[in-house]
Structure formats: structure tokens, C-alpha cells
DNA sequence: CGCTTCAGTGAACAGTCGTACACTGTTCAG
DNA sequence: CTGAACAGTGTACGACTGTTCACTGAAGCG
């Protein structure tokens, strides 16, 4: 073999290589006015070849959104660890928003653009785990309002603005100039608003008294 | 002439129409992925014929912000009119915004779904409105807590909240079941939780404190 | 070692695309 | 009434698309 590869490695470095390629022509487009060739070509294979790792440019976007939701809850991992070490957790939560973000853009930009984009099952994919996120939160609510007895609707509607909320601090942070230079200013900025709407926002649960 | 209608009225119709049609094409798809022929070929004209209106689908897209803009304008003023005959803010907003996306959910549709989309002129120009909406509604939340001298960072952080809070609503309203049979439960269960948040926060605001 | 498997190749297909160009026939101003 | 303006037509072009098919050659198995 020429490197020190299987060839199901070969495969799967080929496989990833289509999934790079695609997350990276999506930065200035959307899904569906790609083409299949057009990937294929940046990849370095012929259109054919596509074909042995996936069986349309429609499934390689379903595939996508699994793995850009693999960087997703790892994000969410991080934040409630982040909680026990940090002490606040707002801060905590926030400030590791901000490093995925940073770290990976392309997954979110893919995730954000497409979330509302032309392809109905890659939409339906990410609404899917967007609402578990959601769930989950209200979970992690319920924790923190135990005693309160919040009904599991009010939890879920308060879930649902914080997560509108950080989503709109993700979307402010990947239209920031791509030049890291001048960045870091608004990075902070950004992430400052994001902070103080959740504490907002728990303000408010503070005075919360629900009235159905 | 043909009808009762000038050269000019004529050219202004079919001009109206490939912007409808583009609007209703977009439904499904991306505007990028949205060809100048099928546009024409829609609106029952000759592709070549495209350009006695528009010189390239990027700037059709373009103009159809402006079109669609001035709905989302219509609907603040109305939003203002309302706070003044409802009494309840925050109820009457809430209903204008039910109202409008129920009249014009295609153009709702092209708003969201390109606010983030492929081409960025469109993009653009969308955000740039968003952002004005935005300041309006600082200013707004400037009178309402007047005599407690928030900063103005704060009153845009809180009206972005907002902002956010209802575009995550009208969103919610859009993915529905487009046929309206069963559809009323679930539109009012989602205004009632845009509405519940919206009161959430001016409830945060009441007990806030900046700290910088 | 020989045989099979299979990632990737290359040519060919029927379509669609954006755009150029010369045109037609109605509208409208002078 | 005459001529210009101009919305819309029809044809033609080269470029690109998704998908088909028969193929090659190295990897991996018995």
C-alpha cells in the first residue's frame, strides 16, 4: 500500500475529505446550489467516485449535520462541566459557547445556514437535535428552580429563549470579519450581550409567577 | 392596447409577477438554488425577457427585501397602534405578529430563510433592517424606563433579546402545518409562549441592575 | 500464490443553465 | 400618420449538471 494505510482507511479518509470539502463550500453558500461534481472535483476524485461513499449531495448534508452535532454536544458537555469548575454558571456556559465557536466555524455556519435552508430533511435533522438541546436545558432548569414547582410548560418556554438567545450570540460571532485581528474586541463584546441576556432572563424567573 | 392598461402598467405587472413567483418558488428551496429560467418560465415569460426587469437574479433577490421589508414595517407600525388601543403591549404585539405572518407567510419565509442564506447582498440588506427594527425598539424600551437611566448598551442587549424572542416565534409559526385545519391550537400555543417570554424579560428588567 | 473485492477512472448521455443576438409587434409621442 | 421605443420572442452557444457504464489496478483474503 502506498502509505501506511488500509484501504478502508483510505475510504474513510476520502469519506471525510468529501464532508470537509462540502463544510468548506458552504461557507459563502447554501446546501442545495452546490453540486455533487463541484465537491467531488475539490476533493480531488471524479464525480463517479462519489458515489461509493454517498448516494446523493442530499444524504451527504443528513450525514453533515450528525457530525457538526457531534461538535455540537460535545460543546454541551464541556458547559455543564464547565458549571462544577467555574462556579457561575452563565460565565462558564457562555465562555465555552465563544471556543467552539471559535474553534469550529464552519460546523456552525453549516448548522445555522442550513437550519432554515432549502433541504427539507437536512432541516428536519438539525430542528431534531436543536429541540433535544432545548429538553435538555429545561431539564437542567428544573434542577435549579426545585421547590418554585415551574410547570414543565414554563420551563420548556424559558429553555426555549435562552437557547434563542445563545443562537443569536453564534450567528453575531460567525458574521465577525474573518481576519482574527481586528476580532477580538467584538468577540468579547458579543459574548458580553449573550451573558447579560441570560442573566436577564433568570432575573425574570426570579419574579416568575405562572398564570394558567 | 389589449387590456385597460398602459405599456408601463403592463411592465410593471409582469415585473410584480416574477417577484411573486420568485417568492413562492423560495418556499421550498434556497434563492441560490432558484434558476433565472425557472423564474421566467413560471411567470410565463422568455428568459431573455427577464432582463427588460432585472439584471440578474442577485439583484431580483435584493429587491424583493425591499418588497418584503415593507410588510415587516407595516407591521411595526400596526404593532405601535396596537400598543396604543390594546393597553397590554406585549398581548398586542404579539397579535400583529400573529396577523402578519398568518397574511404574508411567504414573505416571512423569504426573510428567514435568507437571513442566513447563500447570497450575501440579500443577506445584507436583511440585516440591516433587523438591526434598525432593533435600535427602534431600544428606543422604545428607552421611554418605558425612563427614570431609571439604563444605558443605552443595555437597552439594545435587552431589545435584541426581544428581537430574537419574536423572530424565534414567527419562525415556530412557519413551520406549521400549512394547512389550516389543524393548524390554530398550535399557532396560538406558540404566540402564548412568545408572549410569556416577552413578559419574562420586562420581568428581568424590573429587578435589573447593570454592573459595568 | 491466485482470486475477489472495490475505490477510483474516463467517456458518454441527455438535460439545464446563463447569456448573446437578431427579431417582432404593439404602444405612444410628435 | 410616422417613426421610435421597447416588452417580449426564438434560436443558438458553450459550460455545467447528475447519472450510466465498462474499466483498471492495488489491497486483502484463503
Given at each position: 500500500?502506498?502509505?501506511?494505510?488500509?484501504?478502508?482507511?483510505?475510504?474513510?479518509?476520502?469519506?471525510?475529505?468529501?464532508?470537509?470539502?462540502?463544510?468548506?463550500?458552504?461557507?459563502?453558500?447554501?446546501?442545495?446550489?452546490?453540486?455533487?461534481?463541484?465537491?467531488?472535483?475539490?476533493?480531488?476524485?471524479?464525480?463517479?467516485?462519489?458515489?461509493?461513499?454517498?448516494?446523493?449531495?442530499?444524504?451527504?448534508?443528513?450525514?453533515?449535520?450528525?457530525?457538526?452535532?457531534?461538535?455540537?454536544?460535545?460543546?454541551?458537555?464541556?458547559?455543564?462541566?464547565?458549571?462544577?469548575?467555574?462556579?457561575?454558571?452563565?460565565?462558564?456556559?457562555?465562555?465555552?459557547?465563544?471556543?467552539?465557536?471559535?474553534?469550529?466555524?464552519?460546523?456552525?455556519?453549516?448548522?445555522?445556514?442550513?437550519?432554515?435552508?432549502?433541504?427539507?430533511?437536512?432541516?428536519?435533522?438539525?430542528?431534531?437535535?436543536?429541540?433535544?438541546?432545548?429538553?435538555?436545558?429545561?431539564?437542567?432548569?428544573?434542577?435549579?428552580?426545585?421547590?418554585?414547582?415551574?410547570?414543565?410548560?414554563?420551563?420548556?418556554?424559558?429553555?426555549?429563549?435562552?437557547v434563542a438567545a445563545m443562537l443569536k450570540a453564534i450567528i453575531?460571532?460567525?458574521?465577525?470579519?474573518?481576519?482574527?485581528?481586528?476580532?477580538?474586541?467584538?468577540?468579547?463584546?458579543?459574548?458580553?450581550?449573550?451573558?447579560?441576556?441570560?442573566?436577564?432572563?433568570?432575573?425574570?424567573?426570579?419574579?416568575?409567577?405562572?398564570?394558567?
Open positions: 500500500m502506498a502509505d501506511g494505510q488500509s484501504r478502508a482507511e483510505r475510504k474513510e479518509a476520502t469519506r471525510q475529505r468529501l464532508l470537509d470539502v462540502t463544510l468548506r463550500l458552504i461557507a459563502n453558500r447554501s446546501l442545495d446550489s452546490i453540486s455533487l461534481r463541484e465537491v467531488a472535483r475539490t476533493a480531488g476524485i471524479v464525480p463517479t467516485a462519489f458515489y461509493r461513499h454517498f448516494e446523493s449531495m442530499d444524504q451527504l448534508g443528513v450525514e453533515l449535520v450528525d457530525d457538526c452535532m457531534r461538535s455540537l454536544r460535545q460543546m454541551i458537555r464541556d458547559a455543564r462541566r464547565g458549571v462544577a469548575s467555574h462556579g457561575d454558571i452563565i460565565e462558564g456556559t457562555i465562555e465555552v459557547l465563544g471556543r467552539q465557536v471559535r474553534e469550529h466555524p464552519d460546523q456552525f455556519r453549516f448548522l445555522v445556514r442550513e437550519r432554515y435552508g432549502g433541504v427539507r430533511q437536512v432541516r428536519r435533522a438539525i430542528d431534531t437535535e436543536l429541540t433535544l438541546f432545548t429538553s435538555e436545558l429545561a431539564v437542567d432548569l428544573a434542577r435549579l428552580t426545585a421547590g418554585f414547582d415551574w410547570s414543565s410548560e414554563d420551563l420548556e418556554m424559558t429553555a426555549d429563549l435562552m453575531d460571532l460567525l458574521e465577525l470579519d474573518p481576519k482574527p485581528a481586528r476580532r477580538r474586541p467584538d468577540e468579547q463584546a458579543i459574548l458580553n450581550r449573550g451573558a447579560k441576556q441570560l442573566r436577564l432572563i433568570a432575573l425574570g424567573m426570579g419574579e416568575w409567577r405562572s398564570k394558567d
